[in-house]
């Protein structure tokens, strides 16, 4: 606005000029676009002549003091650019986009964004509606419609599925009644082989280990099934599946232990240990952790480093399907703002081959 209103007053006050004297203004105007155009020329004299919005307000100023046949020898760029440069100022005159103010709905914000799909992704059985209502009850009302054309820009389809869950849903839903079970092998310093029983819960993600042995039988295996259920107690009822390979050592007294607690045993295809993932990846951990660090003497001394790794990993380890929290810990720990006032207390595990860290009181 303010550019376009000085260039109508310049136009103006060179013109008066023009009306008194009009050959020798003509003369004087081509002499001031020549020093014009030697100083835009000084100006860039390593690069091509480039004109700012400065130049062409003040060559399409005075041009209405020439005559137009003479602009070509006049003027250093064309005719048609000079009159562009007239119509572009007289454009900028009349554009009102700047003052044009926003109607209609206004976008949503990143949050909320943010918030649909989330809900999105875990529910995958809600719909656009479903949502919207979720929202409103979190205390963000917004449309349907929004909420669908939010689901639809990220791919996801609006309307609930109708397919039923997925297995890694199915098996989420059912974590906290499956309870899994396996054996793994323990090296002794001379060679000598032992053989553990670990038992996982995957709702706690809390650790059993059972029993070590050089001999697993069917009847020893036994006898530790019915150690777990009497040290389970009432949290038995809790626990709807177990999960255990086809290995011959459990045999139909194993499985009768937790069957007498209404428990359905669930056996395991042959070699696909991804079908108990959550097993195959607590005795990763075991080796990883201790026994690879540690050399096992004999049958006693596997048990005490199996116990103190038990205690380390249902009391302190975190985990990250417990957002971080150890399988026996309810709530989050408080969070700690002052850390220089605080003392950083280290309790060694297993002889140092595992640390645990906790604030002084």
Same mark, same amino acid.
């Given at each position: 606005m303010i550019i376009s209103l000085l260039y109508k007053v310049a136009r103006k006050l060179l013109s008066v000029p023009g009306v008194l004297l009009r050959s020798d203004t003509a003369?004087?105007?081509? +002499? #001031?676009? %020549?020093?014009? !155009? $030697? =100083?835009?020329?000084?100006?860039?004299?390593?690069?091509?002549?480039?004109?700012?919005?400065?130049?062409?307000?003040?060559?399409?100023?005075?041009?209405?003091?020439?005559?137009?046949?003479?602009?070509?020898?006049?003027?250093?760029?064309?005719p048609s650019t000079l009159l562009a440069w007239h119509r572009k100022f007289i454009a900028a005159k009349w554009d009102y986009s700047a003052r044009r103010?926003?109607?209609?709905?206004?976008?949503?914000?990143?949050?909320?964004?943010?918030? +649909? #799909?989330? %809900?999105?992704? !875990? $529910? =995958?059985?809600?719909?656009?509606?479903?949502?919207?209502?979720?929202?409103?009850?979190?205390?963000?009302?917004?449309?349907?419609?929004?909420?669908w054309e939010i689901l639809h820009a990220a791919?996801?389809?609006?309307?609930?599925?109708?397919?039923?869950?997925?297995?890694?849903?199915?098996?989420?839903?059912?974590?906290?009644?499956?309870?899994?079970?396996?054996?793994?092998?323990?090296?002794?310093?001379?060679?000598?082989?032992?053989?553990?029983?670990?038992?996982?819960?995957?709702?706690?993600?809390?650790?059993?280990?059972a029993g070590v042995t050089a001999h697993p039988t069917r009847e020893w295996a036994v006898q530790q099934a019915r150690n777990l259920a009497a040290a389970l107690g009432t949290r038995m009822e809790t626990l709807r599946f177990l999960l255990r390979d086809r290995d011959s050592k459990y045999g139909q007294s194993f499985d009768a232990v937790f069957e007498a607690d209404d428990m359905y045993v669930l056996l395991s295809a042959p070699q696909a240990p991804r079908m108990n993932a959550h097993r195959e990846r607590v005795i990763g951990s075991i080796r990883r952790e201790a026994l690879d660090h540690i050399l096992i003497m004999n049958e006693t001394h596997a048990r005490q480093v199996l116990a103190a790794y038990q205690r380390h990993y249902n009391?302190?380890?975190?985990?990250r399907a417990r957002n971080q929290l150890p399988p026996d810990a309810l709530h989050q720990p408080a969070t700690v703002h002052d850390l220089d006032a605080r003392k950083l207390l280290r309790a060694q595990v297993l002889s140092g081959a595992i640390n645990e860290y906790r604030y002084a009181a």
């Open positions: 003369k004087a105007a081509e +002499v #001031l676009v %020549l020093r014009h !155009e $030697n =100083a835009v020329l000084r100006r860039q004299l390593a690069s091509p002549v480039r004109y700012e919005p400065a130049d062409r307000f003040w060559l399409a100023a005075i041009s209405s003091l020439i005559p137009r046949h003479r602009w070509r020898q006049v003027f250093p760029v064309t103010t926003r109607t209609g709905r206004p976008p949503p914000k990143a949050a909320l964004k943010k918030l +649909v #799909l989330q %809900l999105a992704r !875990e $529910n =995958a059985q809600w719909g656009h509606r479903r949502i919207q209502g979720e929202l409103a009850r979190l205390g963000h009302p917004i449309a349907a419609s929004t909420v791919g996801i389809d609006p309307a609930p599925r109708r397919t039923g869950p997925t297995w890694r849903e199915f098996l989420t839903a059912q974590a906290h009644g499956i309870l899994a079970v396996d054996f793994f092998d323990v090296d002794t310093v001379l060679g000598r082989r032992l053989y553990a029983m670990a038992f996982l819960e995957h709702g706690t993600r809390r650790l059993h280990i009391e302190h380890r975190p985990h």
